[in-house]
């Protein structure tokens, strides 16, 4: 059974950082592709950050230039390096793993950005 477990959430202050981590339970090359989304208060989950096996990566536009997403083969783990961290990045972001048809999700870590 495939388990994504995410740490590093927390309270930052207005132009901070924060690096978020998804540890997956197996090998990480089975997955076709990781995500990170987010989802805030009264809004839809939305895409943030997708990387793909070959390390191709896309970002939304409200983070390009400011996260950056990772991974690293030999523990398993993808990234998220958030820098410039505004309040309207206020969420609980959640890892995604995506292999053939299946969708997996991690439980989710909030994230907030306030002074």
């Not at 997955?31 to 805030?40: E, G």
């Not at 096996?53 to 997403?69: E, L, P």
């Amino acid at each position: 059974q495939v388990q994504l477990v995410e740490s590093g959430g927390g309270l930052v202050q207005p132009g901070g950082s924060l690096r978020l981590s998804c540890a997956t339970s197996g090998s990480i090359f089975i997955f076709n592709a990781m995500a990170w989304y987010r989802q805030a208060p009264g809004k839809q989950r939305e895409l943030v950050a997708r990387i793909i096996s070959g390390a191709s990566t896309n970002y939304a536009d409200s983070v390009k230039g400011r996260f950056t997403i990772s991974r690293d083969n030999a523990k398993n783990t993808v990234y998220l390096q958030m820098n410039s961290l505004k309040p309207e990045d206020t969420a609980v972001y959640y890892c995604n793993a995506n292999r053939a048809a299946m969708s997996y999700w991690g439980q989710g870590t909030q994230v907030t950005v306030s002074s």
